[in-house]
């Protein structure tokens, strides 16, 4: 442990618990190494929340934190947002170490630890009326955008099929902007029998499709929907399309082939949130 006399605190700021590292070989640095692969957060059973205006997200959502990194340079600007954490360790590398951990191309020099949020809690299908159901998505990006949009337009849940891509990877937590904290996410074992139960409580399932399939703004879209995106290159499997109950397009009037997974889900979504407001 380090005193904290050394960064010019305060009295109060004393109980802090800040450590500094120097050495590659830390178990933290090696930690958060293992953290950027899926495999070493489920080992770990924790994920990493990069950059300020997530970690400030995080502590808004009271998100439990395990600890909190921060480079040398950024630590004066950082630590009163810390205060607030006492119990929770704070480590301090050079910028140099810090660079080197970060999952992101320009790193902003702080970084939260915390534990994988449940993605397990099968009663998510249980409550609510509007949700998104994901087919084997796998761009990271992708993930994070419809994640946001969803929580954005007010629906209830997110569902993961098996082969999507982790909602705790790194780059969709930043693409999520924080809603990763705000709308349930569950990670299905089985998305079938998370249809089926959706289906006995009155949700309609809208497979989103270019071909066969009734515009958004025709459709009832307002409530009681699940709307169902597929893979980026194949689209959704035929299993699902003889599980769905609707097909909903948007149209395209101009040259492009096709829209781009989130770019589609945005519209839908959007379309479902639009027609809410206005039936209310």
């Known amino acids: 442990m380090l005193s904290l006399a050394c960064f010019g605190k305060s009295g109060e700021e004393m109980d802090m618990q800040v450590t500094r590292i120097t050495s590659a070989s830390n178990r933290i640095i090696k930690q958060l190494r293992e953290l950027a692969d899926r495999k070493g957060r489920l080992r770990h059973n924790a994920f990493i929340i990069e950059g300020l205006k997530l970690v400030e997200e995080a502590l808004a959502c009271k998100v439990p934190i395990g600890y909190f990194l921060v480079a040398d340079s950024m630590y004066p600007e950082f630590r009163s947002m810390m205060e607030g954490s006492k119990s929770v360790p704070v480590y301090i590398v050079p910028d140099d170490l810090f660079e080197r951990v970060s999952t992101t191309e320009t790193p902003q020099g702080i970084l939260a630890v915390a534990p994988l949020i449940d993605s397990q809690d099968q009663s998510i ?151 809410r407001m206005t039936n209310s």
């Open 125 to 275: 299908a249980d409550r609510g009326s509007r949700f998104v159901i994901l087919e084997r998505l796998q761009d990271p990006g992708n993930l994070g955008t419809i994640i946001r949009t969803a929580d954005a337009c007010g629906f209830d849940g997110v569902l993961l099929s098996p082969g999507c891509a982790d909602p705790y990877n790194p780059k969709v937590v930043r693409s999520a902007m924080g809603s990763v904290f705000h709308i349930p996410i569950l990670s299905c074992a089985d998305i079938f029998d998370a249809i089926d139960k959706l289906k006995g409580r009155g949700i309609r399932i809208a497979a989103a499709h270019p071909r066969d399939s009734e515009i958004a703004w025709n459709l009832p879209l307002a409530d009681n929907i699940a709307v169902v995106i597929g893979n980026e290159g194949s689209g959704l499997s035929q299993r699902m399309m003889d599980a769905v109950d609707i097909r909903v397009m948007i149209p395209m009037p101009g040259k492009a082939e096709s829209l781009n997974a989130a770019t589609a889900a945005s519209m839908i979504l959007y379309e479902s949130m639009r027609q």
